[in-house]
């Protein structure tokens, strides 16, 4: 099993900034790719960005420019810094972990909420 918990979240006007922070534990062992998905009211959970291990990265086309995913591999910990704040990325952000063992497992996080408003 791997717990991932998300921090970070809060609420920030349009165009500041916020970190978001993700720590794995458990049997974190064969994790290989991690990741930030998100979801507003009435939307379906959308992905945000991915890194693998080895730290390549994808983005969604509405947060290239803005947000940067990285992760530590000795603190089991990914994170997102999200710049340029828009009030469309409001939303719950959950963080995943895929675990390639004999069966590959998908984990997430209970989620953090990111409010931009004026």
């Known amino acids: 099993q791997v717990q991932l918990v998300e921090s970070g979240g809060g609420w920030v006007q349009p165009g500041g900034s916020l970190r978001l922070s993700c720590a794995a534990s458990g049997s974190i062992s064969g994790v290989s790719d991690m990741g930030w998905y998100r979801q507003a009211p009435g939307k379906q959970r959308e992905l945000v960005a991915t890194i693998t291990r080895g730290g390549n990265t994808i983005y969604a086309d509405a947060v290239k420019g803005r947000f940067t995913i990285s992760r530590d591999n000795v603190k089991n910990t990914v994170n997102l810094q999200m710049n340029s704040l828009k009030p469309e990325d409001t939303a719950v952000y959950y963080c995943?972990?895929?675990?390639?063992?004999?069966?590959?497992?998908?984990?997430w996080g209970q989620g953090t909420q990111v409010t931009v408003s004026s």
């Open positions: 995943n972990a895929k675990r390639n063992t004999m069966v590959v497992y998908y984990y």
